[in-house]
Nanobody, 119 residues
Framework: QVQLVESGGGLVQPGGSLRLSCAAS????????VDWHRQPPGKQRELVAT???????NYVDSVKGRFIISRDNAKNTVYLQMVSLKPEDTAVYYC?????????????WGQGTQVTVPS
């Protein structure tokens, strides 16, 4: 069995920074493409950033230049570095990854981590 575990969320003042982590644990052979999503209070979940297994990245326009997604394949971990945070970045952040388990990639979600940027 495999799990995605997110960490790194918290309360940060506008203009501050946070680094979120998404780690695959359990009997996994690795992770493929990974997305970070977020769900602001009272709103739908939205895709924020993606990274392919080869390291190609994409971002939603609202975070370009402020967020960086990266990965450490040796640690089966993906990061989301967030700088210049704004109140509108307040949300629960989720990672979604293809996790290799028993020779197959399984689509998995983390439990979410709260990021709060007060106005």
């Amino acid at each position: 069995q495999v799990q995605l575990v997110e960490s790194g969320g918290g309360l940060v003042q506008p203009g501050g920074s946070l680094r979120l982590s998404c780690a695959a644990s359990g009997s996994t052979g690795g992770i493929g493409a990974v997305d970070w999503h977020r769900q602001p209070p009272g709103k739908q979940r939205e895709l924020v950033a993606t990274i392919s297994s080869g390291g190609s990245t994409n971002y939603v326009d609202s975070v370009k230049g402020r967020f960086i997604i990266s990965r450490d394949n040796a640690k089966n971990t993906v990061y989301l570095q967030m700088v210049s945070l704004k109140p509108e970045d307040t949300a629960v952040y989720y990672c979604n990854a293809l996790v290799l388990f028993r020779g197959k990639y399984i689509n998995s979600w983390g439990q979410g981590t709260q990021v709060t940027v007060p106005s």
